[in-house]
Each structure stands twice: as structure tokens, then as C-alpha cells.
């Protein structure tokens, strides 16, 4: 079945939505993104990529789209729609397409920002069998630009990541820098140590992940210690616990790092539990 997906104002079939080959994000990487999970077919902290999206778009002087006000609105017809239960919603702005190549940004009174919305259905995405196994992990150099803050389109290091992690064997990739782990090629890292979460402090180095501000919170409100600091991959190897967060994977233990098993070498208690909790807690404020 084809999906119905949301181009700037219109809800289209998705063969039907068309963007011009002179689109500021198709020539320059010139835009920015959010994911949104949808579980019992309602959004998930939805009030925090609404803000990252503002937040993003004020970074690279990005003019809001008209419709800026009615995204909750769009998510939910999309969500109605294609009749998501379980799943994703991927929203792009870009600096739109003024008609012809040019490095420098199109003048925004005459050049409207593209806006484009569709979703992806996946059923089981919140009983995901992989949770209850965890995934590993290769260390590979971070070597994207100093604002990873900002949720650009410019994927391409990322995907090289993921592809690398592939080839090793493994499902993903953490990236470091000056001997300090980033974070995944799609999420935020963590280890536990007696214990004792450690994820790394905000900064312009990496993104401030919508799931990592709930899953803290969530670890602080039951009382779990919590530490904002960089930490290396022999750390890493060394902790109890690792695990990553994401909207798309919530909270997801890593036990294995570069071929080293960590721990136990299955998923351990403070990943699961921080899960659980998410999970019941985000679903009760899912709009
Ligand atoms: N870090 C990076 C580089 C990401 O691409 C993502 C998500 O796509 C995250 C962290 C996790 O962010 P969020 O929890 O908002 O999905």
C-alpha cells in the first residue's frame, strides 16, 4: 500500500511528492531533520523535537516553514492516515530551492524552505526482540564537523559508520574523538559503572539526544545516579553496562565493544530497567 506523505502544505501518495533538483538539502546537505516515534499510535515527546527542530533551524538561520504552527496537527493526520500503530515519523526542512546552484543562502523573503513528512511502519518497534539480546558496537574516529548539536542532513559519515560496524560484524558504531567516546552514529552512549550511568556532557560535539534528556530524567527520578562526563572505549570495555538511546531504539544494551564482551556479555539490569520505565513513562505523556 502506498503511503500518503506531507510536502509543503499537501498530502500526497508518495509517488506523487516531488522536490526540485535545485533544493538547497539535494545540492548542500542544507537542512535538518527529526524522528518521532509513534507507539499505540500516539507520538512520543513530541513538545522536545518540536523545540530541537526550532532550535536547529535558529542555528543555520533557516526561515520556520508557514506551517511551523500545525505540526502536531500534520504528525497526527499522517499517524491517522497511514494508519500507524507502531512506528516513525521523519520530518526534513530545508533551505528550500531558489531555482539555481549558488553557495551562498537564497534571500528567504523569495525562497520558501521545503517541508516534507512521511512515515514508517513498524510493527514491534517497542517489543523489540533485539533489546532482550543487545547489539555491538565498533569504535571508529569521529571526524564530522564541530556542530553535531545541530540535526543536519549531512549523513553521509553516519552511514559510512553503520556500514563499517556491517562489515566487522557488528550493528553499530560509537564514534571518538581525542580518546573520548561522541556518541553512535545514531544515538546517544552510555556505560554504568557500579552502579553509576556516565554519558557524556552537552556540548556543540554532539546531539542532544530527546531521548537521552527523558531517559536522565527518568534515571533521576528513581533515584539512579547519573554522571555528564566523557568516557573512553577502554572504560567502556571495563564498565558493567553499556547501552545507547535513540528515538528509534529507546534504550538498547550494548554488550559487546570492539569484539570484547562487556560484562556479563548480556543485557544488564540497569538497561533493562531504564527501558521499562521510559517505555510506561513517555507512552503516558504520548500526545
Ligand atoms: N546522536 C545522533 C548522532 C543521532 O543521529 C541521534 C538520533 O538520530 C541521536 C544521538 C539520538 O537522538 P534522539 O534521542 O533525539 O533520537
Not at 546537505?29 to 518521532?36: F, H, I, L, N, S
Not at 537564497?106 to 518497534?125: A, H, R, S, W, Y
Not at 552514529?185 to 559503572?193: D, E, L, M, Q, R
Request: with cysteine; net charge negative.
Amino acid at each position: 500500500m502506498s503511503r500518503t506523505v506531507y510536502l509543503n502544505g499537501e498530502y500526497l501518495p508518495e509517488t506523487e511528492a516531488k522536490v526540485s533538483i535545485f533544493d538547497r538539502a539535494f545540492l548542500m546537505a542544507d537542512g535538518v531533520y527529526e524522528v518521532t516515534s509513534v507507539l499505540g499510535g500516539k507520538l512520543i515527546d513530541f513538545a522536545g523535537h518540536a523545540r530541537r527542530l526550532e532550535r536547529s533551524l535558529a542555528e543555520l538561520d533557516i526561515k520556520k516553514p508557514a506551517a511551523f504552527g500545525d505540526l502536531l496537527e500534520i504528525h497526527r493526520k499522517l499517524v491517522d492516515l497511514n494508519d500507524i500503530s507502531e512506528g516513525l515519523i521523519y520530518l526534513q526542512v530545508t533551505r528550500g530551492a531558489p531555482g539555481d546552484r549558488d553557495f551562498a543562502f537564497p534571500d528567504p523573503e523569495t525562497t520558501e524552505p521545503t517541508l516534507v513528512l512521511f512515515t514508517q511502519n513498524k510493527p514491534g518497534l517497542s517489543d523489540n526482540p533485539v533489546a532482550k539480546k543487545g547489539i555491538k558496537v565498533i569504535s571508529i574516529d569521529d571526524i564530522r564537523w564541530g556542530r553535531r548539536d545541530i540535526k543536519t542532513v549531512q549523513l553521509l559519515y553516519p552511514s559510512m559508520g553503520k556500514m563499517m560496524a556491517r562489515k566487522a560484524g557488528a550493528d553499530d558504531a560509537w564514534m571518538v574523538e581525542d580518546g573520548f567516546v561522541t556518541e553512535g552514529t545514531s544515538n546517544n552512549a552510555y556505560i554504568v559503572k557500579d552502579g553509576k550511568i556516565i554519558t557524556r556532557n552537552l556540548g556543540t560535539d554532539i546531539l542532544h539526544g530527546i531521548t537521552r534528556a527523558a531517559v536522565l530524567a527518568c534515571a533521576r527520578e528513581a533515584q539512579m545516579a547519573v554522571e555528564e562526563r566523557p568516557f573512553s572505549i577502554d572504560e567502556a570495555r571495563e564498565a558493567d553496562e553499556a547501552f545507547l538511546t535513540s528515538a528509534s531504539a529507546f534504550v538498547m544494551p550494548v554488550v559487546e565493544i570492539d569484539g570484547a564482551s562487556v560484562g556479563t556479555g548480556t543485557p544488564g539490569p540497569v538497561a533493562a530497567r531504564l527501558r521499562e520505565i521510559y517505555l510506561a513513562e513517555s507512552l503516558k505523556a504520548a500526545l
